[in-house]
Nanobody, 126 residues
């Protein structure tokens, strides 16, 4: 059974940094293109970042570009999302997502993803 488990969320102050992790089990991690999405209270789930299977390609949504970084360590079956200079509007539940897909690519649409973690909450106080 394929599973993805996020960790690293918490309560921080505006301007702080946080690193989220998502660790896979049940299948070779290199098979998966990975993404991070977030959902704030009362809002739609939105794309944050994506990384291709080998890690050569990344995509970051404009509102967080320059503040968030996505990376992966295939030897550790883990994808990371580094969040820096956090703002109150970054507060949300962050989800990692995975898909195999035909291509090694950065997928940005939630419906394209097959597997989802349970989410980790990030709260930012001003």
């Amino acid at each position: 059974q394929v599973q993805f488990v996020e960790s690293g969320g918490g309560l921080v102050q505006a301007g702080d940094s946080l690193t989220l992790s998502c660790t896979a089990s049940g299948r070779a991690f290199i098979d998966f293109n990975m993404g991070w999405f977030r959902q704030a209270q009362g809002e739609e789930r939105e794309f944050v970042a994506a990384i291709s299977r080998g890690g050569a390609n990344t995509d970051i949504t404009d509102p967080v570009k320059g503040r968030f970084t996505i990376s992966r360590d295939n030897a550790k079956d883990t994808v990371y999302l580094e969040l820096s200079n956090l703002k109150p509007e970054d507060a949300a539940v962050y989800y990692c997502a995975a898909l195999t897909g035909r291509y090694s690519f950065t997928y940005t649409r939630a419906y394209e993803y097959t597997y989802w973690g349970q989410g980790t909450r990030v709260t930012v106080s001003s």
